[in-house]
């Protein structure tokens, strides 16, 4: 029985041959054979695209629940006029990989043909017919986002207002602040323009 450093060494040496073999062959081949290799390295390969649905299998072919989140892509059907979702992928799945490799993987392994392919939080309803419809999740957090951005300018503004001496003097002798700075804004009534009526 042989030990493990000898098996090691002649891995080593197999693999200097191997290597010795490779740059032999660069040397005879074309340019034009050259170039075809390298555009081919720099599209991700399609076997790429299958380990992650072999990994996300489990999610692929289970039953998908009305009233559930999921991440994927979604068309909107002009016709039915309704969103339809079309993949999706499990969470653990879409933190595995690059946000990049997730959305041409749902992509190329939709039912419908997408363009500019948008991966979407999606809360599924499904239709009495069957339809899986969605309501669109990520659009509400863009908004939540661009109000808080605007509340979030306000408060620092609010703060850099108070911490001036004139300001913190007239605190102390009116008990509040100037117009515009007693009032510090929050979460509270980001969102009232959307309030309905």
Request: glycine letters at 4%; charged letters at 30%.
């Amino acid at each position: 029985m042989e030990s493990d450093s000898d098996s090691d060494d002649s891995v080593i040496i197999l693999n200097e041959h191997m290597e010795n073999e490779d740059s032999e062959t660069d040397i005879e081949t074309d340019s034009d054979s050259d170039n075809e290799f390298e555009e081919f390295e720099v599209e991700p390969n399609d076997w790429e695209y299958d380990e992650i649905y072999q990994e996300d299998s489990l999610h692929v072919y289970s039953e998908k629940e009305d009233g559930n989140y999921y991440i994927g892509l979604a068309k909107y059907m002009v016709k039915q006029d309704v969103l339809l979702m079309i993949n999706s992928v499990s969470a653990n799945t879409f933190f595995r990989y690059s946000f990049q490799r997730i959305r041409d993987y749902l992509s190329k392994y939709s039912l419908i043909n997408t363009q500019n392919a948008k991966v979407h939080i999606m809360k599924l309803c499904i239709l009495p017919d069957e339809t899986y419809s969605i309501v669109l999740k990520t659009h509400w957090i863009r908004l939540i986002q661009r109000h808080w951005k605007k509340v979030y300018k306000e408060r620092v503004r609010v703060i850099r207002g108070r911490r001036s001496i004139k300001n913190m003097l007239l605190k102390e002798i009116n008990g509040r602040y100037p117009d515009g700075l007693n009032r510090f804004p929050g979460i509270h009534g980001m969102l009232e323009c959307y309030k309905m009526t």
